[in-house]
Nanobody, 119 residues
Framework: QVQLVESGGGLVQPGGSLRLSCAASGISVKLFSSYVMGWYRQIPGKQRELVARFTSGGSTDYADSVKGRFTISRDNAKNTVYLQMNSLKPEDTAVYYC??????????WGQGTQVTVSS
């Protein structure tokens, strides 16, 4: 079974940066590289939202709230997806997850990684 493990979260001051990682295990490099992946975040009591993603054409797309501050990337040889987060704001505080963006074909959700932006 494919397992997603997110890491890299933590407590950071406003304006700071974090780099999140999402490592996939139980899947071949070839298959994982074909998956269109994205990063989601969830605040307690709210729906999970997609904040950064790859498109099927290999480009990237971002929610307006993070555009220009977040960058998604991947290393297929390592079955890993990254999220570089700069200029963090308190409203970026959430649990961050990665997964396939194709609804109905998503993998089992990982435990996520907590990001807290606070002074």
């Amino acid at each position: 079974q494919v397992q997603l493990v997110e890491s890299g979260g933590g407590l950071v001051q406003p304006g700071g940066s974090l780099r999140l990682s999402c490592a996939a295990s139980g899947i071949s490099v070839k298959l994982f590289s074909s998956y269109v992946m994205g990063w989601y975040r969830q605040i307690p009591g709210k729906q999970r939202e997609l904040v950064a993603r790859f498109t099927s054409g290999g480009s990237t797309d971002y929610a307006d709230s993070v555009k220009g501050r977040f960058t998604i990337s991947r290393d297929n040889a390592k079955n890993t997806v990254y999220l570089q987060m700069n200029s963090l704001k308190p409203e970026d505080t959430a649990v961050y997850y990665c997964n396939r963006v194709m609804e109905g074909y998503q993998l089992k959700w990982g435990q996520g990684t907590q990001v807290t932006v606070s002074s």
